[in-house]
């Protein structure tokens, strides 16, 4: 029986690919408010300097997640309620980010050095929340090693085709990095295929493959209120509530992160 | 690329992966979770373990007009009939039975007939297509094997009408019906 990750104990889950548009920002909206409308309180961490997570929720003139890792270093004592956006939906609150140039800012050998404080500074936050659910850049640096290392659990989403599965390889091998050089056991908790066709042959493929994977997979399809959903910067549940794709997250939600049976 | 090509390279890029992440989640079984958009093709609903619950043959049931055909005078009486279909992603494995009381020197001897058949199958539409690959026939009276018979593969598809649901599957060859009804997924 696959555990789901509130069975597995973990709370403070990394969506990543180092992909670009597979749906990692769109996952993590939809899913922490799910979570956030069953009366979970989530923390979302926009940890992608392009920033399309805080964008979408918005932002009142708080630090970024740029300033924290800057904070973080200087080894100053760091006040949660200085970089958090409180109740951007009900029971969810986000860290934002804002700093676009963050990586001309940050050299690797800061972010490298910002490891250990960034784990401890969102074990302490995690005291306060059911759930964190941090969006990660599409990329591979130290940039996105620091959020899988802080992290419990990862999903990667990806797509039906053949660059995206290449980029799970890599992902994979990040976060077995992650796990050595942390010490902590994280964990690929599971995958979701975004953006399902019925309708194409080579998606029937990847399922005849990737059914008999021993970790959770889920399917989110295609869909127009996704995009809506979006450009309007209302969630799957505000915009399409009764759309197949928000049954689908329901099932991401429902299965990957509340089943306690 | 082709598709042949790309199908090659998925598999190959996916058993290396499936490796990392089978580590101890080794035990778990796989979950699949489709969107709920898809709805189950035939050929996937299909699958599992199924029981024929009627069967008739122009509308008289099966177990009758088989005893009338292997038995021209004094057919067997109290006759119990089963059959099964276990449909696996390429084969499908057919099992019957046939029991009944034979009447011999006045007296009633058992009488029993099993046929198992392993069947190539494919379900396009509405049209299941079989073909036998391999087989045998058994028939016991009074406790005694009186014959066996292996069945030899045929090399021609069978065409049956077929409409699957969830929990039904009715194979129509002209006037033989079947109705099945699903006892494992």
Known sequence: ?261 | MNTKKARNRLEEMSELISKTLDTDEARNEPMYEYSASYSEPANRMILGSWKVIEHTVKGTPYAETFARSAFSVNPPEDISYEATYEFNRNMCVKRVLICGLLPIDGRKVAYEYRMNTVLLWDIRGKTLSVQPVTGYQFTSIDGKPVSVRELPPNSEWLHIKASVSESSLVLEDGEDVKTLGRTKA
């Not at chain 1, 250990?116 to 302490?124: C, G, V």
């Not at chain 1, 995690?126 to 591979?140: E, F, H, M, R």
């Not at chain 1, 329901?250 to 509340?258: C, D, K, N, S, Y």
């Open chain 1, 1 to 261: 029986m696959t555990k789901s990750l509130r069975q597995s104990g973990a709370k403070i889950i990394t969506i990543a690919n180092q992909k670009g548009g597979v749906g990692k920002t769109s996952s993590v909206i939809q899913i922490a408010s799910g979570l956030s409308r069953r009366g979970e309180r989530v923390l979302a961490i926009d940890g992608d300097p392009q920033g399309n997570l805080t964008l979408f929720f918005g932002h009142k003139e708080r630090k970024d997640f740029g300033a924290l890792i800057l904070e973080l270093l200087e080894g100053a004592r760091v006040k949660p309620t200085e970089f958090i956006n409180k109740n951007v939906r009900r029971n969810l609150d986000i860290l934002p980010a804002r700093d676009k140039n963050l990586r001309m800012d940050i050299t690797d050998a800061e972010i490298i050095r910002a490891y250990e404080p960034f784990d401890a500074f969102l074990a302490e936050l995690g005291k306060s929340y059911d759930w964190i659910i941090i969006d990660s850049s599409p990329s591979n640096s130290p940039l996105e090693r620091l959020l899988i290392r802080a992290s419990d659990a990862v999903i990667i989403p990806l797509e039906f085709q053949l660059f995206s599965v290449s980029g799970l390889e890599s992902i994979l091998e990040e976060v077995a990095n992650c796990t050595r050089d942390s010490g902590k056991d994280i964990k690929v908790h599971s995958l979701i295929f975004t953006k399902a066709e019925n309708r194409l042959n080579r998606v029937q493929t990847y399922r005849d493959v990737f059914s008999s994977f021993h970790i959770p997979i889920f399917e989110v399809c295609k869909s127009e209120y996704i995009a809506r959903s979006l450009e309007k910067s209302r969630t799957i549940w505000e915009c399409g509530p009764a759309s197949f794709a928000a049954r689908d997250y329901t099932r991401v939600i429902e299965r990957g992160f509340l089943e306690t049976t």
